[in-house]
C-alpha cells in the first residue's frame, strides 16, 4: 500500500527556519515524482512544485521559486520542503503528494499525505 | 500560466440529482491533461478523475468527466449525502501546474 506520512503541526515565529517531511513507502521511491502542494486557511490549493527523488531534479512554480526549498534523501525515502525565514503568511497546510506515472511529470496526484499544518504567529 | 476557472462557486442541490461542475481554462490544456479531485472538510484531496474522463482506482462510477481544450465538465449523475466536498480541477499539462478555485458541492 501506497503511503505518504507528514510530519506533525509545526507552531513558528516569524524569522525561524523550518523543515518538513513526507515519508513514502509502499513503492520505489525514487521513480515518482513528488509534489508539495499549499492550501492556506479557508481557501484552495497551489501547486508549489515536484522533485525527482531518483536525481532531485526540481520544478519550481514561479510564484513559489526562492521562497521555499525542496528536497529529499533518497537514503530514508523522504521528501522535505524548507523555508529559511518564514512569515506570518506562510501560515498554511502543506500536503505532499506523489504523481501517479514512474517517472513522468505529466501526472496527476495519486496520493496524498494527510498534511502538516503550519502556524506562524509572533 | 494556464489559469482555471471553476464555475458555479457553490451547488446546492438533493440527494439523486445530477450536478454538472464547470472548469474553463484561459488556454489549452496539453493532451487534455486534466485532473478533478475532492476535498471534505479536514481531508486531504482525492483523485477522482485524470486525462479529463478516465476514472481513478476505487471511484464510483456516478462521478464521469469530459471535455477537451479548454472546457472541462465533472458530472455527479446521482448525488449521494457524501458527495459533500469541495472539488478542485487541475491542469498537469503545461508548467507551472495550477488548479482551479474549487466549487463547493452542498447536499440539501
Known amino acids: 500500500e501506497v503511503q505518504l506520512v507528514q510530519s506533525g503541526a509545526e507552531v513558528k515565529k516569524p524569522g525561524e527556519s523550518l523543515k518538513i517531511s513526507c515519508k513514502g513507502s509502499?513503492?520505489?521511491?525514487?521513480?515518482?515524482?513528488i509534489a508539495w502542494v499549499r492550501q492556506m486557511p479557508g481557501k484552495g490549493l497551489e501547486w508549489m512544485g515536484i522533485?525527482?527523488?531518483?536525481?532531485?531534479?526540481?520544478r519550481y512554480s514561479p510564484s513559489f521559486q526562492g521562497q521555499v526549498t525542496i528536497s529529499v534523501d533518497k537514503s530514508i525515502s523522504t521528501a522535505f520542503l524548507q523555508w529559511g525565514s518564514l512569515k506570518a503568511s506562510d501560515t498554511a497546510m502543506y500536503y505532499c503528494?506523489?504523481?501517479?506515472?514512474?517517472?513522468?511529470?505529466?501526472?496527476?496526484?495519486?496520493?496524498w499525505g494527510l498534511g502538516s499544518l503550519v502556524t506562524v504567529s509572533s | 500560466e494556464i489559469v482555471l476557472t471553476q464555475s458555479p462557486g457553490t451547488l446546492s442541490l438533493s440527494p439523486g440529482e445530477r450536478a454538472t461542475l464547470s472548469c474553463r481554462a484561459s488556454?489549452?490544456?496539453?493532451?487534455?491533461?486534466l485532473a478533478w479531485y475532492q476535498q471534505k472538510p479536514g481531508q486531504a484531496p482525492r483523485l477522482l478523475i485524470y486525462?479529463?474522463?478516465s476514472r481513478a482506482t476505487g471511484i464510483p462510477d456516478r462521478f464521469s468527466g469530459s471535455g477537451s481544450g479548454t472546457d472541462f465538465t465533472l458530472t455527479i449523475s446521482r448525488l449521494e449525502p457524501e458527495d459533500s466536498a469541495v472539488y478542485y480541477c487541475?491542469?498537469?499539462?503545461?508548467?507551472?501546474?495550477?488548479f482551479g478555485q474549487g466549487t463547493k458541492v452542498e447536499i440539501k
Open positions: 503528494a506523489r504523481l501517479g506515472e514512474v517517472g513522468s511529470t505529466w501526472s496527476p496526484f495519486h496520493y
Open positions: 509502499g513503492y520505489s521511491f525514487t521513480n515518482y515524482w
Open positions: 522533485i525527482y527523488p531518483g536525481d532531485s531534479d526540481t
Open positions: 488556454q489549452s490544456v496539453n493532451s487534455n491533461y
Open positions: 486525462g479529463a474522463s
Open positions: 487541475q491542469q498537469y499539462g503545461n508548467s507551472p501546474r495550477t
